[in-house]
């Protein structure tokens, strides 16, 4: 049917394009870099430091004033343009999860994104498809089209092509029967060739100015959990500011300076990092996969996915190739493999596109004859077989030819039982050698008497057809790192249980207990629920039939993510935790439902993305505790002064100096941090695991503490043996900046070697460092920087003191990382998941 159109040149298309703009709907869009800016002033960390680069002012201190003022632009630019990278990550992400079209142009069909389709085009439709653009249909097979979108009728309604050329302009949606589709409408079964008329704002669904929305940027439970956090921090840190000026007024008379003091205290105690963090996790994180050629349409599944359980497959197309070749033919008594081919031929949907077909057609290797189809009757979920009726050259009757599962062909030829149990043997046989096996029926019909129902023709046996599609190269090494990384992987497939095993024992997947979609109808929920934790492999299962494994096993308290690719399967890809989608075998329907698309429908990708998810996820934890734990000292020394009436040491410069490292040091370096060693040999993490555990928090405190600790001790130290003030600020603060660089170390790896950046493990961890140091210098060295942070000389027998300090320091923090772990081997951090 295709090579009756040509369709548009591809530069009239161009032209097209460019004239009437893109094929899509207004929407959002990215944010303006004004929006931006405008959300980041907002930040109170910003207005802190505007406060106190003020009160510098009115103390006559414009030097530290102006530096205050220069840090609080250089991170808004910071901020800036860390947003504008992920804007164009995100936009990015978007333009690759538009639905796709199928066009005609010079004749010949292409796959372009949905956003290119301009008017003119010839579209091919089919079941799963989203309609790109507003058009009527030059031809339509059986199309049925749910237009709820638009009309909010839940009915899909039934189309069919136009009559003449001048049919179809003007239609609205709605109502059955009409030659007109709408863009944003789902194809829900047959198939159609629309010729579009608008596209973009200027369609239906343009008009009512809806959007289909693609990304959902939204991490619930991640970012409840960090809010929370956040607001009990910030709500800290305003009453200790608030305490502090009201206190140091009172005691010391000077309201400046207290009012510099407790902007300090502010500064330290304020958490803007959290959500900071977070936000560049998640889209860095998108990016990351999608580097995998896997597209994350949830930013949920990225924390979900770490805590994947079981891995619900299907066979045909993600572990197997989806490239068939007719391995096999066995013909019916008194015939031949020619013309068992020759009927298998006839029982495929014309032009199509399955492989299966596709394997046939070229085994039978017809002529082109005019031939035309009078009927056709798809697959059916109690009739696993398609018929197509014929209309043959030089035959009065019409043809009928049936090609499916073994069992429904017995089914429609009425074998008798030793004929059927004859050819159930031979399906064992091939099956067990991994062959999908297909049985093949004709039959003649007479004119008037079309029957509703495949079942109302009288058929004959033909024979079985076998089909090999080998599996794909890199699965049993992608399952045994599944198996390894403590995720249980199942098959559910439509095929033939000894198909289905046989290639499952090849994939190197537990086959011993196969559940077919027959012996699950008589199971009750609850039996099914003891059942699935067993079974290795579900054959002959209905799609419909897998929401309700997914539904067992997740009450199991499995975590399951599930690969689909049909019309449905959206079901059971919603209801998983993960839902998993193919981008290129999969539907519009499937891929919207799923939380995950595989853009080269590549098995080992899931395993890349389980791998990528769990680092990530490692890494943000990572992240998060170091900004726990660094924020003790700072607001320790801080606050330390005020309650002992010692001089005091942190002003806003120094807390903006450190925000310089904190910010940069919490989001891109551990973020770029690598994978820890036992990312894929270790079980799932629990499900109800939190990010903010108390255990974690603890152990961040704990390290916080320490450097707290160990910072006072050198104040206290410098203030007892009498130095003067700016002499005991300069040993407090590069105590400080250098614990801030061991917390970092400390925190950046659970397991590998913490020193192992020095080697090129990550460099912008190195770079951060290698920064600092030089900064902390020039603090001391150079004499306008010296006085703008107040600090004195450093003495040979001053930095000598920092570096003990320092190194008792990482002891300490080796020391607790050596607690930590030993007590996460043995105590209630190791968790295995629910099972
Ligand atoms: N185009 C077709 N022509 C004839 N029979 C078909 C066709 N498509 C499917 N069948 C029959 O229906 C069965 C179930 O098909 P279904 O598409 O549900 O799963 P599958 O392709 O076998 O495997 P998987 O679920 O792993 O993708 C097939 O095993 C086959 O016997
Ligand atoms: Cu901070």
């Not at 639905?99 to 004749?107: N, T």
């Not at 409408?185 to 010729?195: F, M, Q």
């Not at 249980?488 to 997947?509: K, S």
């Not at 152990?699 to 320490?706: D, E, P, R, T």
């Amino acid at each position: 049917m295709t090579s009756d159109f040509t369709g548009l040149t591809e530069q009239e298309a161009g032209r097209r394009l460019v004239a009437d703009g893109p094929n899509e709907l207004p929407s959002a869009g990215p944010r303006r870099l004004w929006q931006i800016a405008f959300e980041i002033l907002r930040e109170p960390m910003f207005g802190l430091l505007l406060a106190g680069g003020a009160v510098y002012v009115a103390l006559g201190d414009l030097v530290s004033g102006a530096v205050l003022m220069a840090f609080a632009s250089l991170s808004v630019s910071i901020s800036i343009v860390q947003e504008i990278r992920s804007e164009k990550v995100l936009d990015a992400l978007r333009a690759m999860t538009s639905p796709r079209a199928l066009v005609i142009r010079d004749g010949r069909s292409r796959r372009i994104p949905g956003r290119e389709v301009v008017r003119g085009d010839v579209v091919l439709v089919a079941e799963g498809n989203r309609i790109p653009a507003d058009g009527v249909l030059l031809e339509a097979r059986e199309l049925l089209v749910d237009e709820s979108m638009l009309t909010g009728e839940s009915v899909a309604v039934a189309k069919r092509a136009r009559g003449s050329e001048a049919e179809g302009e003007g239609l609205r949606p709605g109502g059955d029967n009409i030659p007109a589709v709408f863009s944003g409408s789902l194809v829900v079964r047959g198939t159609g060739v629309v010729l579009v008329l608008a596209t973009g704002a200027a369609t239906e669904i343009g008009r009512i100015g809806k959007s289909l929305a693609s990304i959902d940027a939204a991490t619930p439970r991640l970012s409840l959990e960090t809010r929370r956090l956040v607001r009990l921090f910030a709500m800290g840190g305003l009453l200790a500011s608030v305490a502090v000026i009201v206190t140091y007024g009172l005691l010391r008379g000077s309201w400046l300076d207290a009012a510099l003091a407790g902007i300090a205290v502010g500064m330290a105690m304020l958490p803007e990092e959290f959500p900071l963090v977070l936000a560049v996790f998640m889209t860095m994180g998108a990016w990351r996969i999608s580097q995998a050629r896997v597209l994350t349409r949830r930013a949920t599944a990225i924390e979900t996915l770490g805590a994947a359980t079981v891995l619900c497959t299907d066979k045909t197309g993600t572990l197997t190739r989806n490239q068939m070749t007719v391995a096999a033919c066995v013909p019916a008594d008194g015939s031949d493999r020619v013309q068992l081919l020759r009927w298998a031929e006839l029982a495929c949907v014309p032009e199509a596109f399955d492989p299966m077909d596709r394997a046939i057609a070229q085994a039978a290797s017809v002529q082109p004859e005019s031939r035309s189809l009078v009927r056709g009757y798809g697959l059916s979920a109690d009739l696993l077989a398609v018929t197509q009726v014929w209309r043959l050259p030089g035959t009065a009757r019409l043809a009928v030819a049936a090609k499916g599962a073994p069992e429904a062909i017995i089914d429609l030829c009425r074998l008798l039982p030793e004929q059927a149990r004859a050819v159930r043997d031979m399906v064992e046989s091939l099956g067990a050698q991994g062959i999908r096996v297909l049985g093949v029926a004709h039959g003649w019909s007479d004119e008037e008497s079309l029957p509703n129902s495949p079942r109302g023709y009288s058929f004959q046996w033909a024979g079985l057809v076998g089909l090999a599609d080998p599996l794909r190269p890199e699965v049993p090494v992608a399952i045994a790192e599944c198996l390894a990384a403590g995720l249980r992987v199942v098959m559910i497939t439509g095929d033939h249980p000894t198909t289905a095993r046989a290639i499952a024992r090849e994939a190197g997947l537990s086959a011993d207990t196969v559940l077919t979609g027959q012996d699950l109808l008589g199971l009750s929920d609850t039996e099914l629920r003891t059942r699935v934790e067993t079974v290795g492999v579900f054959a002959r299962i209905l799609p419909e039939q897998k929401l309700r494994i997914v539904e067992a096993l997740q009450a199991r308290g499995d975590v399951v993510a599930m690969t689909g690719d049909g019309v449905n399967d959206a079901p059971s890809l919603k209801r998983a935790d993960i839902g998993i989608a193919m981008g290129g075998r999969g539907t519009d329907v499937a891929r919207e439902a799923s939380s995950i698309v595989l853009l080269d429908d590549d098995f080992g990708s899931v395993v890349r993305t389980v791998r990528l998810g769990r680092r990530i996820y490692d890494n943000l934890r990572k992240a998060m505790g170091y900004i726990v734990a660094v924020h003790v000292p700072i607001a320790g020394i801080a606050l330390l002064p005020l309650l002992t009436g010692l001089p005091l040491i942190l002003l806003p410069v120094h807390i903006a100096f450190l925000e310089m490292i904190i910010d940069p040091a919490c989001s891109v370096a551990f973020e770029a941090e690598h994978e820890e060693p036992d990312v894929m040999t270790r079980p799932p993490r629990a499900p109800d695991a939190r990010l903010f555990s108390p255990s974690m928090l603890v152990a961040s405190v704990l390290q916080g503490v320490a450097a707290l600790l160990v910072t006072s001790l050198v104040y206290l130290l410098a203030v007892q043996r009498g130095m003067p003030e700016d002499d005991v600020r300069t040993l407090t603060f590069f105590t400080l900046v250098l614990s801030n660089l061991g917390l970092i170390v400390a925190n950046r790896s659970f397991r590998g070697h913490p020193f192992d950046f020095l080697t090129g493990g990550n460099r912008v961890l190195l770079g951060i460092q290698v920064l600092t140091i030089a900064f902390l210098a020039a603090t001391v060295t150079i004499p306008p920087v010296r006085r703008l942070f107040g600090f004195g000389p450093l003495h040979l027998h001053d930095a000598a003191m920092v570096a003990l300090a320092c190194s008792l320091l990482g002891m300490t923090l080796a020391l607790l990382r050596w607690l930590g772990r030993r007590w996460s081997r043995t105590g209630p951090l190791q968790r295995t998941g629910r099972r």
